[in-house]
């Protein structure tokens, strides 16, 4: 399980670095009026809940198997208020400036993460089921 978590860890965060460079530089040569100084937070955002998630997953699972699911639909809920939260204190610090194009990337990273997120239970899923 351990080489799992590692493995996994090294994953997101490779998948995080690179789509956080190529979002920055599309956004760059792209759409050169919406670059937003906050663009960095959003990736530094998922990588720090990746690894919380990662292994608060593989924690729970080896303690208790049959509360996995509910640890996992637990972390998709703080992820969701946590990813309001951060929408409010940029809406609040900034205003309208820029909100869209910040809640529009915001976005987009939010649901490459829900696919990391479920790709990760299930290789913990998979591999708790080969352990028993």
């Known amino acids: 399980m351990e080489k799992l978590r590692r493995q996994l860890l090294i994953l997101h965060t490779l998948i995080l670095i690179v789509t956080g460079w190529v979002g920055w530089y599309a956004l760059k040569a ?12 959003i990736p530094f955002f998922f990588l720090i809940f990746g690894f919380f998630s990662i292994n608060t997953l593989g924690k729970k699972n080896l303690e208790n198997p049959r ?3 509910n640890t996992f639909m637990i972390l998709r809920l703080a992820k969701y208020i946590l990813s309001f939260t ?11 400036e820029n909100f869209k194009v910040f809640a529009l990337t ?12 479920t790709f990760s239970f299930y290789k913990t899923e998979k591999e708790l ?3 028993l």
Do not use: T
Not at 86 to 96: A, D, E, P, R, T
Not at 106 to 117: N, Q, S, V
């Open 67 to 69: 509360k996995s699911v």
């Open 106 to 117: 915001f976005a987009i990273f939010y649901f490459l993460y829900l696919g990391l997120e």
């Open 86 to 96: 951060l929408l409010l204190v940029y809406y609040f610090v900034n205003g309208k």
């Open 129 to 131: 089921k080969k352990q």
């Open 30 to 41: 792209y759409l050169p009026d919406y670059v937003f100084g906050w663009y960095p937070v």
